[in-house]
């Protein structure tokens, strides 16, 4: 079996907002990059033995031996050396998470959102940074874990990685998914949300909060409960016999 291509959960977070540094680059193509230059699997050390130059050379790829500055200037370029060594990385917009034990809020839903900046609902489903993954019940909503996309992308298949990212979800909130991919979020059981316009995660969520009481027939076979139409028909039905 092959190595991983990433070793860490904060090797992948490392990369991911190294990307973001350098001007937005494509996360995979500075993974692949990456690779060329370190050999998989990707680990802490490795990228803390980068330098500058050794960034703009991975970058300029064919170009290095001319000077190419890749588009990216100094400062960008020792920014993203640094998260790539890890400086910094706990004063990111990564969101802190709430305490969780499983089992501790029974009842609830698993509840994953697409997202690219702090708490936010701000990602489509093939391309966000990460999954905010939330743990949602009558009286609580818990942040649980935060998942980067990273090795997902280093998959031959990325719509099947990031589904199986999720794959504990039985639902995932996004601005937008491709058809292809959402039929394959649909067979790993995980019902999609799209909202265009995104919004803050909590808010949202506390919409959909606000609906386990007396849920809708998708929400309630998601629950494993009864509809609120069909638990009003019943009582119809009781009240008559």
Not at 41 to 55: F, G, I, N, Q, Y
Not at 155 to 175: F, P, T, W
Request: glycine share 8%; proline share 5%.
């Amino acid at each position: 079996m092959s190595a991983p291509p990433v070793a860490s959960r904060e090797a992948a977070l490392r990369i991911a907002l190294a990307a973001r540094t350098l001007d937005g680059l494509d996360v995979r193509a500075l993974l692949g990059a990456l690779l060329e230059r370190l050999a998989a699997p990707l680990t802490e050390a490795k990228l803390a033995t980068l330098s500058v130059e050794d960034l703009r050379v991975i970058l300029a790829g064919d170009f290095a031996e001319q000077a190419c500055h890749v588009g990216v200037d100094a400062e960008a370029l020792k920014g993203a050396v640094r998260l790539l060594w890890g400086d910094g990385i706990s004063n990111q917009d990564f969101p802190v998470l709430d305490t969780y034990r499983d089992g501790e809020m029974p009842g609830s839903i698993r509840v994953a959102v697409a997202a690219n900046r702090g708490e936010n609902l701000d990602g489509h489903f093939g391309s966000c940074e990460r999954f905010l993954i939330y743990q949602l019940g009558p009286e609580a909503i818990k942040l649980i874990a935060v998942r980067t996309t990273v090795e997902a992308d280093a998959s031959e298949d990325r719509n099947d990685a990031r589904a199986a990212l999720i794959k504990d979800c039985q639902i995932v909130y996004l601005q937008s998914i491709g058809g292809p991919a959402a039929a394959k979020v649909v067979r790993a059981g995980i019902h999609p949300i799209k909202l265009a316009n995104g919004g803050g995660a909590r808010e949202l969520l506390v919409q959909l909060q606000q609906r386990l009481s007396s849920p809708p027939p998708w929400l309630a076979q998601i629950m494993g409960v009864p509809a609120a139409s069909l638990a009003r028909f019943a009582a119809t039905l009781d009240a008559d016999r």
